[in-house]
């Protein structure tokens, strides 16, 4: 469900979504490696959600539907821990 919500968040193109992590909230940033782009381009999509412990997070799939783009590679960072909360980044090549 947390992850259906990310998603959503990030893909309307809006700036870092927040609740404070220290109250049982997450925050979710999204970014990108390029502000324009033509077809067939490909993109780094970078998405990097900080949560409390007591969460997880589950990633999308590759096959999972992003509008007009696809997923052509991706990598998942390990999990780090910083000031209490995860640090969970997802990294996206898409076109």
């Given at each position: 469900?947390?992850?259906?919500?990310?998603?959503?968040?990030?893909?309307?193109?809006?700036?870092?979504?927040?609740?404070p992590?220290?109250?049982?909230?997450?925050?979710?940033?999204?970014?990108?490696?390029?502000?324009?782009?033509?077809?067939?381009?490909?993109?780094?999509?970078?998405?990097?959600?900080?949560?409390?412990?007591?969460?997880?997070?589950?990633?999308?799939?590759?096959?999972?539907?992003?509008g007009?783009?696809?997923i052509?590679?991706?990598?998942?960072?390990?999990?780090?821990?910083?000031?209490?909360?995860?640090?969970?980044?997802?990294?996206?090549?898409?076109?």
């Amino acid at each position: 469900m947390v992850m259906l919500l990310v998603w959503a968040g990030a893909r309307a193109g809006q700036g870092p979504h927040t609740a404070p992590p220290d109250q049982g909230g997450i925050e979710v940033r999204a970014a990108v490696d390029r502000n324009t782009i033509t077809i067939g381009d490909r993109i780094t999509y970078t998405l990097t959600i900080v949560h409390p412990e007591s969460l997880q997070v589950q990633q999308p799939g590759p096959g999972a539907n992003l509008g007009q783009f696809e997923i052509k590679d991706y990598h998942i960072d390990e999990p780090r821990h910083e000031n209490g909360q995860v640090v969970e980044q997802f990294r996206y090549v898409i076109s």
